[in-house]
């Protein structure tokens, strides 16, 4: 049995240990010896099995080729980051000037950067603030804007929103130590009720977008220009990260459009609409965004140099995906799923064009289908293709593999098509291949 110190002195395992670390390295060799020990393989070809099983990569998570046809997947990591938002992010990965002017040596306010271009890709802020997601941005106002005279925040029970996982909006605003004052009902609630519920107590009106669901038929809502005649400051959890109005989303709020409206402050997601990383934007007045700034929680709340140069990267540089991927024409998706199912058909599968309906994704803009074309492909290539590499997820429908080129960025329409032809020797390697093959 070969020794573990000649064994990891093999080139091959000695780069993997600068790579990966000795743990895994070592640990794939343990099996390898084991594998041999056993019987199943030779001593000789140890060296040979623990190179073959050693991980691509340190850590756990697997890059996806997402052709589920949703642009924003929670499963996924939502908002895939731009190139310019991936350089800025390896660059601040070691020791960079989050903190400090390099100018005069002197410390300086942290995220200068990307903050400034927050301010300016919304100039109807008067202040802004970034924290780690947009929970942390609502437990932060409700936390800072509430006090021993004022802890109270009139909401309507229509906003009383629980998204994915089991998390109620209700719950976590509750858990700060704030009073809710709920007005109105499920579908319909009226400036009346939130002026009935306004008193000394309330420290905020709150607006949530329902960005995960829709309610349809007899509804009232109230506007935010309305609620902010009532006295109290307005905030508003438009969710999904639009900055500006979109035209393709009429019905979603953006941040720009509320304070226009009247709101004091807005939060919003840094990973969904507005293709960054996960964060939480603060959008309001001056005093305001600076109370919760200032507060203790926030230390706790913020975020690291990684997120403040992605965030930064993706307010001020080329479009980012889900941007691109939503103002993407159909007819560009068509001539792009050709183009893959030609290369398919090619090689001998069964690969075909679909029209195909996506979506946003991550609570936003729900009800609204994009207009896509699909590949086509049989269902046995679901697993080899979700298990291969590159992996690659998409959707069934009425018994067949559709991979949705909308939510697939261009640049991996190459890899996508040997991902399929990797899967198709895989499955039929294991008896699957009939159904793939014409």
């Known amino acids: ?63 996806v080729i997402n052709a589920t046809g949703v642009l924003v997947h929670t499963n996924l990591g939502r908002a895939p980051l731009s190139a310019a938002a991936v350089d800025a992010l390896v660059a601040a990965a070691g020791y960079c000037d989050v903190e400090f002017d390099l100018a005069s040596g002197a410390r300086a306010r942290r995220g200068a950067g990307a903050l400034g271009a927050l301010a300016r890709a919304v100039p109807a802020a008067g202040a802004v603030a970034v924290v780690n997601n947009n929970a942390a941005a609502l437990v932060l106002a409700a936390t800072a804007l509430s006090g021993p005279d004022a802890d109270e925040i009139v909401i309507s029970r229509g906003e009383l929103i629980e998204i994915g996982d089991r998390f109620r909006l209700p719950d976590l605003l509750v858990s700060t130590g704030a009073r809710l004052r709920e007005v ?16 000394p107590r309330t420290a905020f009106i709150l607006k949530v977008h329902p960005s995960n669901f829709r309610i349809e038929g007899f509804t009232a809502a109230v506007t935010v220009a309305d609620l902010a005649g009532l006295g109290p400051p307005v905030v508003f959890d438009v969710g999904s990260g639009l900055l500006a109005p979109h035209p393709l989303l009429p019905d979603e709020p953006s941040a720009a459009g509320a304070l226009r409206d009247g709101a004091a402050l807005v939060t919003a997601s ?24 200032r507060h203790p929680l926030a230390r706790a709340l913020r975020v690291d140099k990684l997120t403040l140069a992605a965030l930064e ?25 050709e183009r893959v199912v030609a290369g398919l058909v090619a090689a001998g599968l069964d690969a075909t064009v679909t029209a195909a309906k996506a979506a946003v994704g991550g609570g936003g803009a729900p009800g609204v289908e994009l207009d896509s ?5 049989p269902e046995s290539l679901t697993v080899p293709l979700r298990t291969g590499e590159p992996a690659a997820v998409g959707r069934i429908e009425s018994g067949r593999l559709l991979l949705d080129l909308r939510s697939v960025p261009p640049e991996d329409d190459e890899a996508l098509l040997t991902a399929v032809l990797a899967a198709a020797v895989a499955a039929r390697d294991h008896g699957l291949g009939g159904p793939a093959c014409r």
């Open 270 to 293: 840094g990973d969904k609409l507005l293709g960054g990383p996960q964060a939480g934007l603060l959008l309001g007045r001056d005093d305001l965004v600076r109370r919760l700034t």
């Open 373 to 377: 074309f699909a590949v086509s492909l």
């Open 184 to 199: 109105g009902t499920t579908n319909r609630t009226a400036l009346e009720d939130y002026a009935a519920a306004t008193s």
């Open 313 to 337: 990267a993706t307010l001020a540089g080329p479009v980012p995906p889900v941007a691109a991927a939503l103002a993407a024409g159909p007819a560009s998706v068509l001539e792009r799923a």
């Open 1 to 63: 049995m070969p020794r573990t110190d000649l064994l990891l002195a093999d080139p091959r395992l000695a780069d993997a240990e600068r790579r990966l670390g000795r743990v895994l390295v070592k640990a794939a060799v343990a099996r390898a010896q084991q594998r041999a020990r056993d019987g199943r393989i030779a001593p000789d070809e140890v060296a040979d099995a623990a190179v073959a099983e050693l991980p691509a990569r340190a850590a756990a998570l697997t890059p």
